[in-house]
């Protein structure tokens, strides 16, 4: 019955920004009248060089997919509500 809402900044929180925002949308789908997921100042499409997300995926994922990637993480930062 509680419910939680995350204020973002999900991708600037060291080398794991990938498996942090996993996992707050992995709670997301499985309690989604539960968990609430706001955009942050740092969830921008813009900003994901500014810090190291994209070095990130980069290095996790090859070159050859940080694009498709970093699109992906831009589609679901545009459908967050800001916080």
Partial sequence: SNRFIF???????????VEVMAMVMALK???????????????????????DLANEV???????KLAPILDAFGDVFAALPLG
């Fill in 7 to 17: 204020n973002g900044d999900f991708v600037d929180r060291g080398a794991n920004s």
């Fill in 29 to 51: 789908v499985a309690f989604p009248s539960m968990v609430h997921l706001n955009r942050g100042n740092h969830e921008d499409a813009d900003l994901v060089w500014a810090y």
């Fill in 58 to 64: 980069q290095e996790k994922y090859g070159v050859d």
